[in-house]
């Protein structure tokens, strides 16, 4: 059996606002939340968050306070690596 991921679920979405800024969105991931592996990437009215964490319902609860958040994936690595859905 593989080792289990410290960080066990890769969170995916969008946010869709206005004003977004990534740079103060990786910031407060990085003081906020503990996880590895963050992408938070786009413009002012888009942006793609890629998140490796144990509390996603933080982060989309954080998300859903700058904006409208939509395709939305939230998938368990640890079950993904014994070859179940995740």
């Given at each position: 059996m593989d080792?289990?991921?410290?960080?066990r679920y890769d969170t995916q979405l969008?946010?869709?606002?206005?004003?977004?800024?990534?740079d103060?969105?990786?910031e407060y991931f990085l003081t906020h939340f503990q996880g590895d592996c963050l992408l938070a990437?786009?413009?002012e009215e888009l942006i793609k968050i890629h998140y490796h964490t144990n509390e996603p319902w933080?982060?989309?609860?954080y998300?859903?306070?700058l904006g409208e958040i939509f395709?939305?994936?939230v998938e368990d690595?640890?079950?993904?690596?014994?070859?179940?859905?995740?």
């Open positions: 080792e289990q991921t410290e960080f969008l946010i869709e606002g206005t004003n977004l800024d990534e103060a969105i990786n990437v786009g413009d933080k982060v989309l609860e998300c859903a306070s395709d939305i994936v690595m640890d079950r993904q690596s014994r070859g179940l859905k995740g």
